[in-house]
């Protein structure tokens, strides 16, 4: 397993912008994909956005698609969420989560790592 430890979160006004980091340690990680999942009060946890490390290709939710964008610096095993016009809606506690291998899930059971979340509200 990794371990994973995010940070970023806050408060912030609708249309604001938040960027999330996602440090990663324990393992090696061109062989893991890496989500980004959010879970409101009430809700389900749903994945927001996915990057493989090495392939470059990404997945983005309809609901945050050409407002947020998950970009990763290897050197640093990190990866990032950056969020824009943000809305009341954004408003969670936000995962970042790792699974070996090449594809990502919507399932956050598929998933063997996770990090201990970070709150964005985000205000009307």
């Known amino acids: 397993q990794v371990q994973l430890v995010e940070s970023g979160g806050g408060l912030v006004q609708a249309g604001g912008s938040l960027r999330l980091s996602c440090a990663a340690s324990g393992r090696t990680f061109s062989s893991y994909v890496v989500g980004w999942f959010r879970q409101a009060p009430g809700k389900e946890r749903e994945l927001v956005a996915a990057t493989s490390w090495s392939g470059g290709s990404a997945y983005y939710a309809d609901s945050v698609k050409g407002r947020f964008t998950i970009s990763r610096d290897n050197a640093k095993n990190t990866v990032y969420l950056q969020m824009n016009s943000l809305k009341p809606e954004d408003t969670a506690v936000y995962y970042c989560?790792?699974?070996?291998?090449?594809?990502?899930?919507?399932?956050?059971?598929?998933?063997?790592?996770w990090g201990q979340g970070t709150q964005v509200t985000v205000s009307s």
């Open positions: 989560a790792a699974r070996y291998g090449s594809s990502w899930y919507a399932n956050p059971h598929q998933y063997d790592s």
